[in-house]
């Protein structure tokens, strides 16, 4: 963000008096709009580790089986390492249900899990992020998962929607593998033929969806309530 700040302001030079300024200069016109950052707490770090490493070893089963599935000599030996590869997966989701448990957002992740398309992994993620800090409302966790849209416009020039991308790229992952389960749900799927007839790409709606998933989650943990089963309406 500094460096942006930098650019904007036209300083070429970059030197320790010449960031020292322009912090000073920063702070003092934008103070009022920062947050104080603290770091991530254990449970945090140990939660974040977990569904990172399990990322991988998602995707290390994956490209194995794409790469190895048309080669018959090795089928047997590629059925024992997936198998092994399961079981990891679940020691994994054993331990992040244990670390929920033990920092106390359990009942968060089962809220999360309520939802229609929302798994297991999915709910442990959007509730370790809410955890990681105070969000004054859902946009703000939303920007937080990098599900939020810019537009850039100059003059006459109309800018394209874009996804700013900030943050976990695994959260944003599982929220949208979760919008291709909910999209066959009755509660949502009026949601997302909705965003389609409006002349948005399937993935497009996919992502709306996933971002109206994060905001149910994000308002079931802030408010403390249990998830009321979607009837399908004309709500968006």
Not at 98 to 110: F, N, T, V
Not at 119 to 124: D, E
Not at 143 to 167: C, H, P, W, Y
Not at 205 to 220: E, I
């Amino acid at each position: 963000r500094l460096n942006r700040y930098r650019d904007s302001i036209g300083t070429r030079a970059k030197t320790d008096a010449g960031d020292a300024r322009l912090l000073l200069r920063y702070l003092s016109r934008e103070i009022d709009e920062l947050r104080p950052w603290s770091p991530p707490d254990k449970a945090y770090r140990q939660l974040q580790t977990l569904l990172r490493r399990r990322a991988t070893l998602v995707q290390v089963r994956v490209a194995l089986q794409q790469s190895l599935a048309g080669i018959p000599t090795l089928k047997a030996s590629l059925q024992r390492i997936v198998s092994q590869l399961k079981q990891t997966d679940q020691l994994i989701q054993k331990h992040i249900r244990q670390c929920l448990k033990e920092a106390g957002w359990e009942a968060d992740a089962k809220r999360c899990q309520a939802i229609e398309g929302v798994g297991p992994v999915t709910a442990a993620s959007l509730t370790t992020l809410f955890h990681r800090g105070s969000f004054r409302n859902s946009d703000a966790f939303i920007a937080f998962l990098g599900l939020d849209v810019r537009v850039r416009e100059s003059g006459i020039k109309s800018g394209k929607r874009r996804l700013t991308r900030q943050g976990d790229p695994e959260a944003r992952r599982l929220l949208y593998l979760a919008a291709m389960q909910a999209k066959r749900q009755p509660a949502w799927e009026d949601f997302y033929q909705r965003h389609v007839a409006r002349g948005l790409a399937p993935t497009q709606a996919l992502v709306a969806l996933a971002r109206k998933l994060a905001r149910v989650a994000f308002s079931l943990m802030q408010k403390q309530t249990d998830y009321v089963p979607r009837i399908p309406c004309a709500e968006t």
